[in-house]
C-alpha cells in the first residue's frame, strides 16, 4: 500500500492555517513591515479606544497616520538619504479589513494592507500581536496542535415565510400575516464570543445592523410554529389585529437572551426597520438585498452572506414610511389625474331647434336654463371658475385630508397598533407611473348634474360590468345645474368642499378594492347592493358624533358643515399599508 503523500497534506494544511491566520484581528502591538524602509519592520499603536483583546485595544482602520504606524529607518525613495520614514509617508487606505464593527469602524486583520503613496509600496501587518497563553502542556515528543480556536456555523434564509407585511396587520379575512425576515442560524462544535447581524443593500451598504441580538433571536429546536396558533381576533377593529410576537416568545418560553453565542440552532428575526427605527417599503421593491452573520471567538471570525430578492406583491402604486421614534407613518398614493375638459360652456351658430326657439344667432349652453330658474344674484358662468390646475389641487388636498388621520384633522388624530398611536399622513402624487388607473377631473355647468364614479380597473366581471354604466371620473358641479326634478344653483365655495370629498371618496374605492376586493367596494361597505347600488332597508345613518366614514352611503347625507369629520375608516387605513406587502424570494 502506498504511503500518503504527508508533504501535500502539510502544504495543504498549511495554506488553510495561513488562510485563517489572515483572518486574526490586528491589537495593539503588531508588528508592521515598510521594504522602502531602511529597517522595514515597524510597530502598530493603537491610539483610540476601542474594545481590548487579550488586554490590548483593537486595530481600526482610523489607524493611518504616523503616530499609529511607526517606523524607525530612513526612506529609501527620499532624495535625502537622511529623511525619516515618519516625515515622507503619504498613506492611503486600508484594503481587506473585516466586515464587523468597532465603534462604528471596521477592524484590521492580519491580511490587510495599506500603501504608502509615496514610494508607492504596501505596508504589511506581520504579526496581529495576538498571542495564546498555553499552561501545563507537555509538547515532549509531539508536534504542538494547532492553536486556532475551531467552530461552524450556517446561514441561510428561512423559505416558509415568502412575505412581509409591516407590523404583521392582518389581511382583509383576518387571516395572519408575518411581520418579519427570517433567517436561521446554526452554531456547532464550539460556542464563540460574539455574534453579529447585517442588512446590506445592493450597494454594500448596511441597512441594518443588530447590536442587541437577545431582542430578535430564538432558540428552538424547530421553528416555533406555536407562535402563529394563537387565536386571531374575531372582534374589535383592525388595529387589534397584529400580532405581538415579543409577548408571544416569552409566553411561551422560547425567549433566551444569552444562548445565541452557545451550540444550537437559532431563527434570527428582522422586522425591516433600519437602525434609525424607519421602515421604508421602497427599500425592498425590486430590490437584492445581502443579509450577513460574523461570528467570532478568540479573534478569529468566520462570515456567512445569503443574498435575497423583495418586490411588492400587491400593487405598485403605494409606498409606505414608518417612524417608530416619531410614531409617524408617510404614506405615498401615486394617482393619475386627467383633464377631462368642461361641459356647459360651449356655444354654436343658431342652426338647432329649441323650445322655445331662440332668435339669436348663437345660441350657448346656458341658453338651456330656463329664464325662470336664473336670479340675478346667481351668476350665470360663462368662463371656468376652476381650471384643471385648480380641480387637480383639491383633488390632491382632499386625499391629503380625508385619508390621512393626523393633528391635521377635525376628528381623526392618528391609528392605533400595538398599543401605541401612530399619525398617519397620506402624499398624494399625480403621475402616470405606477400610479391608480386615470381618473378624469371634469367641470360641469349649466346642464344636468355630473355623477362621479371609478369602477376600477377591471379585476372580475363586476368590474367589467361597472366600467360599461359607469367611467372614472370626479366631477365639479357648478352654478346652474339641471338635478332629477329642478334647476339648481352650486357656489364654488361648497362645491369645493363637496369636491375634495368627492376625490378622496372615489379614488378610496380602488384601495378598498385593492383590499377587501370587489363587493367591498362596490358595496359601499355593506350601506348598498353592490349590483344595483341602491340603500340597504338597514344602512346605519351617519353618526351624530367623531368621524364619518367616507366610503358607505347613508340614508341622509351629512350637511356640509360636517364635511370635516368625514374620514376614511382606520381599518382601510391600515389596507392601504396592507397594501405594500412584498414578496422575499
Known sequence: MAKPDNTLKRKEREEKEEA?????????????????CTVPEGDLKVNFD??????????????????????KGNCKKSPNSSSPCASVMKLADWKDVGTVYFQDQFPLLLKSTIKCEYGGVEIKITDCAQRNEIENLDITGAPVPGLLPDFNIKFELDKTE?????FGILDFENKRENPFFSFKYVLSKSKIDSLNFQIMDEDDTVIYQMTHLETVIVKASKKPEILFEAKKPTEGPLISKT?????????????????YTQVGEYYIHWDGFDNDDIYDSTRFNGKDLKAKITAIKDGLQKSIVVDFSTKYSQVDWTDVKIDKKSKRIDVTLRVNLIDG????????????NFNPPHTKSEICDWDKIPESEINPSYPVIKTRTQSFS???????????????????????????????????????MNTENNAIKAVKLIYNTNGEWMRSGNPGSIKDPMTAVGNLVSRQAICYNVG?????????YSYDNSEIEEF??????????????????????????????SVTQSMKKHAPPYPKNGEIDIMPYYPVSPPLSLYNRYEAAENDVLGLIWLTKINIT
Open 50 to 71: 476601542t474594545p481590548t483583546i487579550q488586554d490590548k485595544k483593537v486595530a481600526t482602520v482610523v489607524e493611518k497616520d504616523k503616530k499609529s504606524l511607526i517606523f
Open 162 to 166: 415568502k412575505t412581509i407585511v409591516p
Open 480 to 488: 346652474y345645474i339641471k338635478y332629477s326634478e329642478n334647476w339648481g
Open 243 to 259: 400580532w405581538d410576537y415579543q409577548e408571544l416568545y416569552k409566553q411561551h418560553g422560547l425567549f433566551n437572551p444569552d444562548d
Open 20 to 36: 485563517e491566520d489572515g483572518l486574526k484581528f490586528v491589537i495593539d502591538g503588531a508588528k508592521l513591515k515598510c521594504d522602502l
Open 500 to 529: 375634495k370629498f368627492t376625490s378622496a371618496h372615489e379614488i378610496g374605492h380602488e384601495i378598498l378594492k385593492k383590499y377587501g376586493g370587489t363587493f367591498y367596494s362596490y358595496g359601499h361597505k355593506g350601506s348598498v347592493n
Open 390 to 428: 385648480d380641480l387637480e389641487k383639491l383633488a390632491i388636498e382632499g386625499l391629503q385630508y380625508h385619508w390621512g388621520r393626523n393633528k391635521n384633522h377635525f376628528a381623526t388624530k392618528n391609528i392605533t397598533i400595538n398599543s401605541e398611536h401612530y399619525e398617519i399622513y397620506l402624499s398624494p
Open 341 to 352: 375638459g368642461a361641459e356647459g360652456l360651449s356655444c354654436w351658430n343658431n342652426t338647432r
